[in-house]
Each structure stands twice: as C-alpha cells, then as structure tokens.
C-alpha cells in the first residue's frame, strides 16, 4: 500500500492564490489596529468624511458614467447616506468601543463582569453594482471602526465607481489597511478561498449562498446582505395621494435598481382605481414634468447594462402574454437600456414577475379584500427584505407588522428606514444574515468577548468543587432551587 500523501505535501501540490500576498499584508497589519485607539480609527474615518466633501462631482460623474444616474440622486442616495454613517459612527465610537459592564446574580457573587469589543480581523467586503459606492463605504466605515484590515471587492458592472473606489483606498490608506481589488466573479471565487475572518456580502440571494458556502470552509464571520420580494400594502383608510408619491419614488428610484425598493402592491380592491389614477400621476409629476416624454427625463437612471435590460423586458414580456394589463408605461428602448416606468394590473398566478425579484421599473399591482389576504399571500413566499404599509389604521398596522415577517418595514413609507443609523438593517432567512449600520454595523465587524474578574481566594463556588460529599450536593441544590 503506498503511503498517505502528507499535508504539507497535499498544500504544495495546490496553486498559489494570486491574493495571498495581499492578504498576508493584511493580517500582519491586523495586530496593531487592533491595539489603536479612538482618536485613530476616528482619523481614518474623518479622512473619507473630508475626502467625499471634496469629490462629490467625480462621484456624480462615475454614477453617471456607469448608469446614467442623476447627480441629485447620487446626493441623496450614494453621498448623504455615507455621510450620516460616517458622521454617526464618528460621534458614537468611543461609547461604542468601551468596555459595557454587566450585572452579577446572587450566584456570582464577588466577581465582576463585562462586555469588551475587539475587532475580528481581516474582513473581505464584496459590494453590489446597484449603489455601488455607498454600498461599499457602508460597511466600510464600520469595519475600519470597528478596527479591522479591509479588502473590497467592487462589482465589475459598474466600472468608473470601482475604479473611484479604488482611487479612495490609495490616497487615503496604506494598502496593508484597506486595499481593492477589482474584478469579475472568478476574482471572486479566488478571494473567497481565503481564510477570512468575516466576510460582508451584498448581493442576491443565490450568490448568497455561494458565499455562505464559502464562508464555512473556514467558518469564517458572515454578514449577507440580500434581496427578496418586498410587498407594499395599501388598505381603504392609507391617503392614497400620499401613498402614490411615496411609493413611486421609492419605486423608481435608481430605476428601480434597489434592493429595499417595493416589488408589488397589496391595495384593497375597492381603492384600486383611485390608486391606479394617482400613481399614475405621481410618475407623470416626478418624471414628466414639462410633457417632453420620460425618456427625456434627466431624473430617470438607466438599467445598468443589456444583460439586466433582457431580464427585465422578458418579464414585461412574459406577464403582457399571460395577460397583464399595462396600465402605466410599458416602453422600452434596449439601445439606451431604458424601460419606461411601469404599472401592471391583471397579473396572473405563474408570472415570472411575481415569481422572480424584479429588480427594475416595473411594478405589479395586485388586489385584496381583507387584511388576511395579504398575510396569506406574503407568507406563501420567502422572507421579504422590506415591508411597507399604507394605513391610517393603528390595528391594520399592528395586525400586519405582527402577521409578516421582514428584515425591516416601514409604515407610510418606502425605503428610508434604510439610511436610518440607528435602525438595524439586513434581512431575515432568504433575504439575509446578520444586521448593518449604526452600532449594529459595528459589531458585525467586532468580537463580543464577555470577561468575568474573580477576587483572588474568594471561596464562592469553591464550596462546590469535588469532591461531591453529602454537603457539596446539598450546597449545589440549594443553587438550583433558589439561584
């Protein structure tokens, strides 16, 4: 029998991993941010927070470059919400990062105990293509709060915002701290080989678990940022102009390329009319403002490149054969990837729009009679990541918060929760693992390492120590039967 190959052997005989020396940097590095204070890590965010104040129009150019985003909703939705994160974390690190005491049972008498953070190590993000640049600053203010080594992996379909990315980490980081590499999903699957010790996914759910798979290899930390079908419910008491704006601006946004964006509409049926007509208008007021077309609109981003553009017109295509009505837009034009904003009605069981995440401008609108309905057809599918009511009813909202379960919600409102700070954002089983921003985003990035100080010959539980004679026992339950 011929001997069994040795590991070290076995290990020689793998390719070298091209990212190995740069994750090498990484780790050697790690010790001594672990061992930086407030004032450091405070620095090294103050100079992304100086840094996105100076750059704001090349971050509009490489938005516009990539999708044709408007410079007002790169403001909003990629500059804004980075600041608030950065500004948030900035004014809450030192609380954050100090030791949180804990109290003491009566069993644990005479020790005390506390909570103290430490930071995990060397962490790999992989950002999306749909908000490219906050989605990758995001997770990285909190991983460098947190006192961690970073390496990002931008998305390849958004080119001129991972090349910015890139130009970030060189001016403002030592590589050895927080470095990029760009590139397509084979770059991907090569970083993923490496021992992590967490990893910051953002992406759709079936990549998600290419990832978690991954990740347990070497059961490296995990935060998965997904996606899902996101339902709207509107009943007979919500203020339907109010709804119709809302929604359609969190609709449409980024052109719908959102992963919190609303994915269909709930509406009692005996309001669906009046829905149907103010939504209407709401696209018309938001993107056709001067009657020039929406195709026209310099406020309309575009869908980010042909392959998505195909998926999205197979959709339409597929529902209007099936029978779906377009009750609202319905163009498309695949030499400018655009799809006009757009309402469909009469949707049938078996779609693939109500079957598939949509991901883009289209929106199916759907009828119920009593509020069980929607609970029923919500819970029939997987865990949304977003949920959103239209009521003016404290029960109906009550009754649908407690009946649907979300990785977040909002009520009389569509997106916005997600550049709260203090709200903790993710999702709940299909549509993700872990929680992000604020203080939640922190200790994603951060070991929770409970310490317990004993006074030095305090007899306490030594009482019970062995061996187990007729008094120890005795002694042991009296601790179960009162402490």
């Known amino acids: 029998m011929q001997p069994a190959v040795s590991a070290p052997d076995a290990a020689a005989a793998q390719p070298a991993n091209p990212f190995q020396a740069q994750f090498e940097a ?54 804004w919400t980075s ?19 804990v109290g003491t049972s009566m069993a644990l ?11 995990k190590g060397v962490v790999l993000i992989i950002s999306p293509w749909n908000y490219p640049f906050y989605l990758a600053v995001g997770p990285l203010i909190s991983a460098i709060a947190a006192g961690n080594s970073v390496l990002i992996k931008p998305a390849e379909q958004t080119p001129a915002t991972s090349a910015l990315l890139e130009r970030i980490c060189q001016e403002l980081y030592r590589p050895e701290e927080v470095t990029l590499v760009q590139g397509d999903k084979e770059i991907a699957t090569d970083l993923l080989k490496l ?64 992963c919190v964006a609303p994915d269909y509409l709930l509406v009692q049926e005996s309001v669906q009319p009046e829905l149907l007509k103010e939504l209407s208008a709401a696209i018309q007021r938001a993107y056709n403002p001067d009657g020039a077309g929406i195709q026209q609109s310099e406020s309309l981003a575009r869908i980010v490149n042909q392959h998505h553009f195909a998926r999205l017109a197979g959709l339409l295509e597929d529902a209007q054969t099936r029978g779906a009505t377009v009750a609202a837009g319905g163009a498309v034009d695949a030499s400018q990837n655009y799809i006009e904003p757009t309402l469909l009605t009469n949707v049938p069981a078996g779609a693939r729009i109500l079957e598939e995440e949509i991901f883009g401008p289209l929106l199916p609108v759907l009828t119920f009679k009593s509020l069980s309905e929607t609970t029923e057809y919500v819970n029939a599918r997987l865990k949304p990541l977003a949920q959103y009511v239209f009521t003016n009813s404290a029960e109906n909202r009550r009754y649908l918060l407690a009946n649907i379960s979300a990785g977040g919600a909002g009520i009389n409102e569509t997106v916005l929760h997600f550049a709260h700070p203090e709200l ?17 985003g922190f200790l994603a990035f951060s070991n929770e390492k409970g310490v317990m100080r004993q006074r030095v010959g305090f007899t306490g539980i030594k009482a019970m120590y062995p061996p187990y004679t007729p008094k120890v026992r005795k002694l042991i339950e009296l601790l179960v039967k009162y402490l």
């Open 109 to 119: 008498l005479g020790t005390r105990s506390w909570v103290q953070v430490e930071p």
């Open 195 to 258: 021992p992590w010790d967490h990893i910051f996914f953002t992406g759709s759910p079936e990549v998600g678990k290419i990832v978690m798979r991954a990740a347990a290899q070497h059961l490296s930390g995990l935060t998965l940022e997904l996606g899902g079908k996101n339902p709207a419910v509107v009943d007979d008491t919500a203020n339907l102009r109010d709804a119709a704006e809302k929604i359609i601006w969190g609709k449409f946004l980024n052109n719908g390329q959102t």
């Open 424 to 440: 903790p954002t993710g999702g709940v089983g299909n549509s993700g693992l872990g929680k992000a921003h604020g203080h939640s």
């Open 83 to 101: 600041l608030v994160e950065l500004k948030h974390t900035m004014k809450h690190l030192k609380q954050w990062m100090a030791p949180r005491p």
């Open 26 to 79: 990484l780790r050697q590095r790690a010790p001594a941010l672990r061992r930086e204070g407030v004032a450091e890590r405070r620095a090294r965010l103050q100079k992304l927070h100086d840094w996105l104040h100076a750059n704001r129009s090349a971050i509009h150019e490489a938005l516009h470059l990539d999708f044709r985003k408007p410079a007002a909703e790169t403001d909003m939705t990629e500059i």
